[in-house]
Every structure is written in structure tokens, then in C-alpha cells.
């Protein structure tokens, strides 16, 4: 198989304008005749349905929520970062480029990123035309800040809640067009195959999760906006019902899985309080504007209330690291010294994972007013969970799975190796390389559904000729007993333990061999771990209820079923990149201060795995990034 | 950390048949862990013993989907103010102590199973008018439309709905007043939202009527239960927007220009 | 035509619309209301301004105008009472199933009883009407007993009747209760018709509860005052 990103040729600037003017027009008389599934309705999705529907294509949007406005990005707190440069700090789409590729620690596709760059200022004039109500100056103009490691204020920001404010405005334009008739929504309704016909991508099977009825249907393209994979760890920042099936089952189907092990490590949630804990809860990354972390310089005074430790007695590890961006390092180097920190028992909190993140000297310059305008509701969200105030000691923070950089393989069409299945947002690899900057995930998932597929998607469809395949064909019958017949076997095995528990062993045992820090050993230790795992909840897992019927526990079965494949090819792919790069971190490869270390020279590749049917080899699929305009450096924050 | 012993009554329905109350005993449920997590202790209990587990809504856990309900000792989201059900925590409260759990009651939210409830009657509110008609790619640069910070912001305090239904569920008359004044009243501060302003304001209460929701009787018991403690001034902007939007679609004002430009 | 009618009916058929109607009729009746106890309290000025007043009614714009005002009473009561009946049943309807454990936060409990006390007023109001307007099972008909001289005029005798109907400690009983019941129900319906006409604020709402809780109180102890002075003080008799 050979992976051929498309990437057009020309100038870095150019690319895409240049792609646009060669792309296909279909003409709107016959767009009619298309017809295109979106899976999932987060902001890459209810985006790309909007737009899709808006061009005169015949959409089919699924959502396994109760409404499509809960998708998980609603939950994204900071912002959204636009190369407006309104505030004249210097700020332009090849800085935003720039950053992104460096951020990423080299190892996303230029070609990409520069175009993630380009649209970020057509994303912001698309979201106030909505009325999404972004952060306003007195004069009427747009507020900015800095976030997340960037040195300029090109942050959008909707008080803490830009996630929900923008995917209310993507929702909002897919309101617009089911009224209009050219999307139909279906609601709990969950993607349990994908269906590829002489191959070619032509539908999905879902269950509808009220009735348990398993369907088929087709389209002439497939769209997964289906989010990543973070629940694979149990304990993540993700929404309970965050998945990796949609993007698993393709993959089983024959699209390659892209970069599985480049996770991203959030640094500032609320530790972990007890193991009946079902999730962790991010506190937004902007507290790390005005808060300063610390843990205290001896182990004997972690026990200590933090008003006890004197000023000389505390470690401010971040600022003492980086000077230059200090608590504003990027997360995976944040996350990591956090880490670090508490690996040599200067953690604080119940289980010594944890440390502080102060706002007494914030506090102190600005008031309390200012810092309660700015994050009072994390605040008051932070004393919900633990009973403490912040305003009164400081915060306890310790990183949590948040993100995943990896994701399906696509081209520049945003098409994966399996023809007619397009691959959007956070569920494809393409933007982010090893690492993705704060701030970036809502840009890319409204990048690619509001303006990258909309002229993208005409490059396949002109291919296909609308309608040809049906739920006639014999492939929709095979997917379609296959998924059923998954369902009957899951609920047959009648074993002892509950979903939850198998979660919850899987979660931890990736969390420990697969987290912040990976090595040789623990990453075989997961390997053999794992399989034996997977074996033993086919045998023993309790899924009480039927398949007929609204069933929670039978809709978890089927996703941590595929957490247990995936978890595999997550360590394998960890296993097999000797470096350290971004969220991977190869404790083998480091430099003596603890810095990773990245090895261009042997691994400057995407790792696209193509199953192989046999879980334990996937075959691995090189597609070698080649750098033009940024140079390989270092990646240096001191 | 404490363990708390309590005693359930939880509301068990399948579907469109009759519910009743189930006896579930809760014992050493840890005061740290949040309602759901005490639920999800509860279903792992439940299934191990042979029985069927409570179904109930949830996804993101941190408050901002708007996925969980439940209705706890009567109140919707349970009683810490301005909180979600995934955001209350056992701290609040004692050992001992029995709780009601039942879904969110309304006539426009029939019961799915136990604890879920279909709220699609909000989808279709916005479906009739929850929206700037404009097409991707037809948006002016985002400057060009100046919005003071005291309209931003109050559009702002509007659009924290999380679409939840806790309103509803509170009010006495299920009435959707507060959730389809903050999504109307949201679109309708804004300058963009303006030009459809009498448009969306009668097409989304007239969907709203027709989901078979109550009436607002200004009891406020939804700006209490709601998570977001949105403000029944909303209502009040929703009302004099209906106001005008009638009159005006009364006179044919609207038309009567239309007509007048061709 | 139809379709202004189509517009009125769809108007009407709303909930906002019909909830205006309730507070713009609500209104009406509350400037009655004031009116109508401004009047009486000339009770306490003497025989000869209640009098007047009275007669006053009777022969402005030669005995229409009194008229006038009655059918747009009507017409305001019968708004208000028909709006809020459809109104209260779509909300019963709307909750079809009750709550196991039922919990009120905020919600006062006038807020809450206004069907009843509503429905208690008009009780009384027909029974009002027909004890001082229309006059039936009594004498205050009869020219004989109830005729006052007025600038050498023969007039109703307004003040004799008040004093004689209050005298019977029934009406006086039955008059408070639906003036209290009055009271209660404006405390929630005076400020609640600014919120629903769309002119409550964060600013102007304390300002509108206050005033409806001082409006409320001022109604009771304004017409309660009349029947407490003539039943239990002894006023006029």
C-alpha cells in the first residue's frame, strides 16, 4: 500500500489556494443527487453537515447523544486561536503556522498546518456572523489573550465556555438546514460498522440506542467526525461516551491508524480523589495566566497546608525550568515536571499526586474581583469537586489524558487510505503531529467541516457516480449480521464481571505502561497484559438486559470491546518509536536535564498501521515528512 | 473521607408503560464522589446481584453538556444551586438520608427508561428559528460587526444554557419559557441576530406551544433549578419581543414594506 | 380580513399571547380595583360625598358612561378569567405526571393558589354585584326606605345601604376573606403582569415586587377598613 498524501505542489502559501482552483465542481443540479453520511456532530461535524447541506448535498448526520449540541466539544474551556493579529503583536497566519509545526515538535504535515493557519480568520468571521457571543473589548471589537506556549494574543475566547458557544453556533447553522430539510438528524443513534462496497466506503451500520434496532444505511461518502480516543486510559477528560469504535471499525475495515501514541497529557485537572472516580475534570489551561505552580522544595512538607510552607521552601519548577515561558510552558513539558515532581515525593494532596497551581499573588496585584471576572466559574467548579476554595489556598492540579494527536490516516483531501471514507476533526491525525498547542482543537475541527471538505469532498464524489450502491448490496448484509452478531455475543457471555471493571483495569494499565512516561518494559509488560485482558472479558463480562431495548451497559460492552483491540496497537505503535517527541515520551530517549529527545534522522515519519488481521501485527505504513519551511530544530521553551 | 449510608427511591420505567418507585439501600457510598459516580456504584451493584441497572443520561460529567438530569428530592439537578447533577457531590449529604430519584416530568419529555428522558421537543424549538441565517463562507470579517462589551456580555449570559431541561422540569406548568428566552433572547441582543428578531421570536414560540410545554406563570422556579442560573429577565425580553413581533405581524408592517419595495 | 383574524387567533392561541391578555386585563382590573376603593373610602367623609359619588356614576354622560366602564369590566374580567382557565388547564396538562417527592424552591405560595383565589374573587364579586348593584334579596331597591336628599335632589341612598349591608355580619365575614384572598393574589399578580408585559428588568423588578406587595396591602386595609368600622366598630349605625 503506499499512502499518498496529495499534498499540491507550489509554494507552502499557495498550496491550498492553488488546491481549491484545481479541486472538482459539481454542479448544484447535481450535488442533489449525493448523498453524504456525517458520523457524529461535534464541531467538525454539525460543521461539515451544515456546509455540506448549505452546498445542496443530501446529508444523513448521526449523533449517539440526546441532541446533537452535547457533542464533546461543548466542553472545551479556553478558546480558539485565529491568525487575526488584531492585537498588533506581530501575530500573522505564518507565525500561527509556524508555531503549530514547532508545537507539534515536527511531526504534522506542513502542508496541513499552513492551511489550518489560513482558515483560522474565516472561522472567527463564520462564528460572530452565528452570534456566537465571543469576549468583547468597550469599543465593540473582538477580545484577545495568550494561551497555551504562544507568545502573541490570538486566543478567541468565549468566557470559559468557547467549546459550547461554538458548537451552539455550528448547531445552530445545522438547526437551520434539518428545517430546511437537507440534513436528517438521527439522535442516539450510534455507529456500530463501517461499510465498504467493492471497495469503495458506501455506508454505515448503527443501532438506534432507544429501540436497539440495528440498521443500515448508505451514501456515497462516509464523514467520521467521531473524536478521539482518550477514554482508552478509563480516566480521562473525554465525555463517558467518547469512543474509538467508529474510528476502530474502520480501521478493521481497512483504513490505516495513524500515530496511535502521540496522546496528549492535559497538565491542569483536578487530581484523582478515589477509585470510584469515573472521570477527571479539566480546569481551563488560561488559570496558568495569572496562577504559578509549585510543590514544596522537601518531601517532609508536602503533608503541610500550603499557607505553612514559607516562600524559600517552595519549588516553582515550571518558572525555575523555562524561565522564559515559565508557568506558560507547553503541556507536555508542563505536564511532564508536574510529573516529575511527584515521582520524587514533593507531590501533594491524598496520594501525593498533585501540585499546587497559586493564585495568592495574583490575587494580591489584581484583587480578587479581577481574578473571580476572569475564572470565576473554574473556581467555583474547582470547589464543587473538592470542597476547597481557591481563593482561599491554592489549587490542586495533576495532568490527565486529554486529547489524542493520533487518529486515522488521511491525504490532503482529508480522505483516508480507504476510498470514499473522509476522516475529520479530532479523529484524524493531520494537524496536530505529536503535540497539539492549546487553543488548536476547536480551530481544526471547524477548519475541516466549515471550509476544508466542502471543497475537498467534490474530488471523490466526481469519481462515484450518485446513488450506485444501495442497502442491497451484499457488503451492507455481511456488516450488518457481523454488528448484530457482536451485539448477541456480548450479551451471551454472562460472565461475572461488569464493563466498568474491565474499563477501568484496561484504563489503568494503559494510564501506568502508556501514559506521560512510556519504556521498553512496561510498554511489553501492556502488550502481554492486554491480550489476556481482552481474552478474559470475552469470556467473563456481565452485560445484563437486552439488545432490544435503551441498554447503557450493552452500548459500553461494544466500546470498551474495541478500547481492548486499540489498546494494543496504541503500545505497539509507543513500542516502536524509539523517541521522544511531543506527548510521546520514550523514557529511553531523553537528555540528561530530562528533555526529550527527538531523533529526526530515523523517525521523522507518520506511523500508518494497516490491520493485518491479526491484532498482534499490524502492518506499519511509513509516510516520511519532509520540512520546507519550518527547519528541524530543537524544540527549546527555556 | 466519610461513607454515607442512604436509601434510595429511584423511579423505574420501561418506555410508555407505567414507572414506580424501587427501594434501592446505598450503603458506604463515599462522600467525595458525585451523584453519578454514587449511581454508577449502585449499577455495578445492581448487576452483580442478577438486576437490572438504572438507566439514566449522562456524557461529559463536568456540566456543560446538558446530558444528565434526574430530578433529586424534587429538584431538578438536586439542591445545590447552580449545579448540575454530575457536578453535586455526596457531601451534600447525610448519612441516613433517603432520596428521591425520578426523571425530569413533563409531558413534552416522555420517559425513555428510568431516568432518561426524550428532550428532542428542544431540538425542534431551535429547528424553528434558533439561528442566523447565514451561509458558511458569507460571513463579514468579524470586526466588521462591532458589539458593545455590555451586549456581548449579556448575549453571553443567554447562551450559558446548556440546553438541559432542568427548567422545564422545575417549573410547576413544565414550561420551556426559560430555556426558549435564553436562545431566543441570545440571537435577539446580538446585532447579527437582528434582521430575523420577529421571525424567530414567533416561530419559536409557536414550536414551543405546539411540544405541549405549559405556560410561564412567573414563579421563577426554573432560575432556581437551573444550573446556569440563567435570569427570568430573559422571559421578560421574550415577552415584549412577542409582543412586538405580534403587533407588527398583526399591522403587516414587515409585509406591508416588503411590498412596498417591489 | 382573515388574515388579520388568522393573526388574532394565532395570537390568542399562544401562550404569550394569551398571558399578555391575562396581565393587560389584569391591569384594567387593577386600576378598578384602586378606583373602586377610593370611591368607597368617601364611606368615611360622610352621607353626602358618598352620595354624590354615586349619583355622580349614575348620570355621567346621561347614565352612559357608567355603562360604558361596566361592559369594559366585563369584558376585562371575562378575559381574564376565560385566558387564565385555558391557560391552567394546558398546564396541567403539561405535567400529566406528578412528581413522588414535590419540592417548591422560590415559588410564593400566593403564586400558587391563584386559580383559587381567582376563582374565590369572582365568587364573590357575583355576590357583591348582586348584593349592591343589581340589589336582590333586599330592600335596597325600594325608593322608600333608600332615598337620600342630595342639593334638595332625591338620590340613592349609597351611604345607608353600605352601612346596612355591613351591618350583617356574613357579608362583612365573606367581604374580608375575598378582599384578603385579593390581596394575596395581587401581591403575585401586580409585579407578574410587569414581568409578562416585558418591562421587568434586573433594575425595575425589585422595584415592581415592591410595589405590588405595597399595592396588595394597601387594598386590604383600605376596603377592609369599611367593613371592620361599620361591623365591629359600630360605624354609622
Known amino acids: 500500500m503506499k499512502l499518498d498524501s496529495k499534498i499540491p505542489s507550489g509554494p507552502m502559501a499557495e498550496k491550498w489556494s492553488r488546491h481549491k482552483q484545481d479541486s472538482k465542481l459539481i454542479n448544484p443540479k447535481n450535488k442533489r443527487k449525493y448523498s453524504i453520511i456525517v458520523v457524529g456532530s461535534g464541531l467538525a461535524g454539525a460543521a461539515a453537515a451544515a456546509s455540506l447541506s448549505e452546498l445542496g448535498y443530501k446529508v444523513k448526520c448521526f449523533c449517539f447523544q440526546d441532541s446533537p449540541r452535547r457533542a464533546h466539544s461543548i466542553a472545551a474551556q479556553g478558546g480558539i486561536n485565529a491568525a487575526k493579529n488584531y492585537q498588533n503583536d506581530g501575530d500573522s497566519v505564518h507565525r500561527l503556522f509556524y508555531d503549530t509545526v514547532k508545537g507539534g515538535d515536527f511531526r504534522a504535515r506542513e502542508a496541513n498546518v499552513h492551511r489550518l493557519a489560513e482558515v483560522s480568520v474565516n472561522i472567527i468571521d463564520q462564528c460572530v456572523a452565528q452570534g456566537v457571543p465571543f469576549a468583547r473589548e468597550y469599543g465593540g471589537g473582538l477580545a484577545n489573550r495568550s494561551f497555551g506556549g504562544a507568545q502573541v494574543s490570538r486566543t478567541f475566547y468565549a468566557r470559559g465556555q468557547t467549546g459550547q458557544q461554538l458548537l451552539l453556533g455550528a448547531y445552530s447553522a445545522l438547526s437551520k438546514e434539518i428545517a430546511r430539510g437537507g440534513v436528517e438528524m438521527h439522535t442516539r443513534t450510534e455507529m456500530l460498522d463501517l461499510v465498504v462496497a467493492d471497495g469503495e466506503t458506501k455506508g454505515i451500520i448503527t443501532r438506534n440506542l432507544v429501540t436497539g434496532k440495528v440498521e443500515a444505511h448508505a451514501a456515497d461518502t462516509v464523514l467520521l467526525c467521531t473524536g478521539g480516543y482518550g477514554n482508552v486510559f478509563f480516566l480521562s477528560t473525554n465525555a463517558m461516551g467518547c469512543n474509538v469504535t467508529a474510528t476502530w471499525r474502520a480501521h478493521r475495515r481497512g483504513a490505516t491508524f495513524a500515530n496511535p501514541c502521540y496522546t496528549q497529557i492535559h497538565p491542569t485537572c483536578i487530581p484523582v480523589s478515589g477509585d470510584y472516580q469515573s472521570k477527571l475534570t479539566l480546569m481551563s489551561e488560561s488559570l496558568r495566566n495569572d496562577g504559578r505552580v509549585w510543590v514544596p522544595k522537601k518531601a517532609e512538607d508536602c503533608g503541610k497546608p500550603a499557607s505553612q510552607i514559607p516562600e524559600a521552601d517552595r519549588d516553582y519548577f515550571l518558572e525555575r525550568k523555562y524561565p522564559s515561558f515559565g508557568n506558560l510552558a507547553p503541556r507536555d513539558i508542563s505536564s511532564r515536571a508536574a510529573k516529575e515532581a511527584c515521582d520524587d515525593g514533593r507531590g501533594v494532596g491524598p496520594g501525593g499526586r498533585g501540585v499546587y497551581l497559586d493564585f495568592s499573588e495574583a490575587i494580591n496585584e489584581f484583587g480578587e474581583n479581577v481574578i473571580k471576572e476572569r475564572y470565576g466559574n473554574l473556581f467555583d467548579m474547582y470547589e464543587r469537586i473538592t470542597g476547597e476554595s481557591a481563593y482561599k489556598q491554592p489549587m490542586r492540579i495533576y495532568p490527565a489524558v486529554h486529547y489524542t494527536m493520533g487518529g486515522l490516516w488521511v491525504d490532503y483531501n482529508l480522505m483516508s487510505n480507504l476510498s470514499g471514507l473522509h476522516v475529520l476533526g479530532e479523529a484524524n491525525f493531520s494537524d496536530h503531529g505529536a503535540n497539539r498547542l492549546g487553543a488548536s482543537a476547536l480551530m481544526q475541527g471547524l477548519a475541516d467541516g466549515y471550509f476544508v471538505i466542502p471543497t475537498t469532498v467534490a474530488n471523490y464524489l466526481v469519481t462515484q457516480k450518485p446513488g450506485a450502491v444501495t442497502t442491497a448490496h451484499p457488503a451492507f448484509k455481511e456488516a450488518l449480521e457481523a454488528a448484530n452478531g457482536r451485539i448477541n455475543q456480548l450479551l451471551n457471555v454472562k460472565g461475572k464481571r461488569t464493563v466498568d471493571s474491565f474499563h477501568r483495569e484496561l484504563g489503568l494499565l494503559v494510564w501506568d505502561k502508556c501514559g506521560m512516561g512510556r519504556n521498553r518494559a512496561g510498554l511489553e509488560e501492556a502488550l502481554r497484559r492486554i491480550p489476556e485482558i481482552r481474552a478474559e472479558f470475552w469470556e467473563n463480562v456481565l452485560v445484563p438486559g437486552s439488545g432490544s431495548v435503551a441498554n447503557p451497559e450493552l452500548e459500553k460492552a461494544g466500546r470498551v470491546a474495541d478500547f481492548m483491540e486499540f489498546a494494543e496497537l496504541l503500545c505497539r505503535d509507543a513500542l516502536d518509536r524509539e523517541e521522544s517527541c511531543g506527548g510521546h515520551f520514550r523514557e529511553e530517549h531523553q537528555f540528561p536535564d530530562g528533555e526529550a529527545k527527538r531523533d529526526d534522522e530515523n523517525f521523522c515519519y507518520v506511523s500508518a498501521y494497516e490491520y493485518s488481521g491479526d491484532l498482534s501485527k499490524p502492518i506499519l505504513h511509513k509516510e516520511p515528512l519532509t520540512f520546507e519551511e519550518v527547519h528541524l530544530t530543537l524544540r527549546s521553551y527555556k | ?262 | 380580513m382573515s388574515s388579520l383574524q388568522d393573526s388574532l387567533s394565532r395570537f390568542y392561541a399562544s401562550s404569550i399571547g394569551k398571558k399578555l391578555l391575562v396581565a393587560l386585563s389584569g391591569l384594567a382590573l387593577i386600576g378598578f380595583v384602586l378606583g373602586h376603593m377610593i370611591g368607597n373610602l368617601l364611606i368615611f367623609a360622610g352621607p353626602d360625598a358618598i352620595n354624590e359619588y354615586g349619583h355622580m356614576l349614575h348620570t355621567m354622560g346621561h347614565g352612559g358612561l357608567i355603562w360604558v366602564a361596566r361592559l369594559g369590566l366585563l369584558a376585562a374580567v371575562v378575559v381574564h378569567i376565560v385566558a387564565t382557565i385555558h391557560l391552567t388547564r394546558q398546564n396541567k396538562a403539561a405535567r400529566k405526571d406528578a412528581y413522588g417527592k414535590e419540592a417548591t424552591r422560590v415559588a410564593s405560595s400566593a403564586s400558587r393558589i391563584m386559580i383559587f383565589s381567582g376563582l374565590t374573587i369572582l365568587a364573590f364579586v357575583i355576590y357583591h354585584l348582586l348584593h349592591f348593584t343589581v340589589r336582590v334579596g333586599n330592600e335596597y331597591n325600594n325608593p322608600a326606605l333608600y332615598t337620600a336628599m342630595l342639593d334638595g335632589q332625591p338620590v340613592h341612598n349609597v351611604y345607608k345601604m353600605v352601612i346596612d349591608g355591613f351591618s350583617w355580619a356574613p357579608a362583612s365575614v365573606f367581604y374580608i376573606i375575598a378582599v384578603a384572598l385579593l390581596c394575596n393574589h395581587l401581591s403575585h399578580g401586580f409585579a407578574s403582569l410587569f414581568q409578562t408585559l416585558g418591562l421587568a428588568t434586573n433594575k425595575t423588578w425589585p422595584l415592581f415586587q415592591k410595589a405590588g406587595h405595597a399595592f396588595a396591602l394597601l387594598i386590604l386595609i383600605g376596603n377592609c377598613s369599611i367593613p371592620i368600622a361599620i361591623w365591629l366598630f359600630g360605624y354609622g349605625r
Open chain 2, 1 to 262: 473521607m466519610a461513607l454515607l449510608n442512604l436509601h434510595l427511591k429511584v423511579w423505574r420505567q420501561t418506555g410508555t408503560q407505567p414507572g414506580h418507585f424501587q427501594d434501592i439501600e446505598a450503603p458506604e457510598i463515599p462522600d467525595h464522589a458525585s451523584f453519578l459516580e454514587m449511581m454508577d456504584i449502585v449499577n455495578e451493584r445492581l448487576i452483580r446481584a442478577g438486576q437490572d441497572p438504572v438507566a439514566f443520561d449522562h456524557d461529559c460529567r463536568e456540566g456543560i453538556c446538558g446530558m444528565c438530569s434526574m430530578t433529586i428530592n424534587g429538584m431538578a439537578h438536586g439542591p445545590e444551586r447552580g449545579t448540575t447533577t454530575c457536578q453535586l457531590h455526596m457531601r451534600k449529604f447525610r448519612t441516613g438520608d433517603t432520596i428521591w430519584v425520578e426523571p425530569f416530568r413533563a409531558r413534552a419529555f416522555p420517559v425513555v427508561k428510568d431516568l432518561m428522558v426524550d428532550r428532542s421537543a428542544f431540538d425542534r424549538i431551535m429547528k424553528a428559528g434558533g439561528y442566523v441565517s447565514v451561509r458558511t463562507g458569507a460571513a463579514p470579517e468579524a470586526n466588521e460587526i462591532p458589539v458593545g462589551k455590555e451586549i456581548a456580555d449579556a448575549a453571553m449570559d443567554a447562551a450559558a444554557c446548556i440546553g438541559c431541561g432542568a427548567c422545564v422540569a422545575s417549573c410547576k406548568n413544565a414550561s420551556a419559557m426559560l430555556y426558549v428566552s435564553a436562545k431566543a433572547g441570545q440571537l435577539n441582543t446580538l446585532p447579527q441576530g437582528h434582521a430575523e428578531k420577529d421571525r424567530r421570536t414567533l416561530a419559536m414560540v409557536r414550536q414551543m406551544d405546539a411540544e405541549g410545554f405549559g405556560n410561564c406563570t412567573n414563579q421563577y422556579e426554573c432560575e432556581a433549578a437551573c444550573p446556569k442560573e440563567i435570569s427570568v429577565r430573559w422571559i421578560a425580553k421574550l415577552n415584549r419581543d412577542y409582543a412586538v413581533a405580534s403587533v407588527k405581524e398583526l399591522v403587516g408592517a414587515g409585509r406591508q414594506q416588503s411590498q412596498a419595495g417591489e
